[in-house]
């Protein structure tokens, strides 16, 4: 059975910084691409950043240059360091796995970032 759970999310400050981290279970991990997705009230699910099983990354230019994923293969864990957070990030974040037809998905952490 695989289970991805995500953690780390809450209520921060704008400008402030939050760490999500995903933990998959049931899959080889290592050969995954993992990725991090979000959705806003009435807004459709949108890619925030995915990392390879090379260790390619890539941005959605909205977060560009404020948002870091990473990986531990020997921990099964992505992170997703969140950096000078703006409103507009609130959002459900969820976390994602995909090799080849093979696609799963976590329950999703709530951020969100007021004052």
């Known amino acids: 059975q695989v289970q991805l759970v995500e953690s780390g999310g809450g209520l921060v400050q704008p400008g402030g910084s939050l760490r999500l981290s995903c933990t998959a279970s049931g899959i080889s991990f290592s050969i995954y691409t993992m990725g991090w997705y979000r959705q806003a009230p009435g807004k459709q699910r949108e890619l925030v950043a995915h990392?390879?099983?090379?260790?390619?990354?890539t941005y959605a230019d909205s977060v560009k240059g404020r948002f870091t994923i990473s990986r531990d293969n020997a921990k099964n864990t992505v992170y997703l360091q969140m950096n000078s957070l703006k409103p507009e990030d609130t959002a459900v974040f969820y976390c994602s796995s995909q090799f080849s037809i093979n696609a799963y998905w976590g329950q999703g952490t709530q951020v969100t970032v007021s004052s």
């Open positions: 990392i390879t099983s090379g260790g390619t990354t």
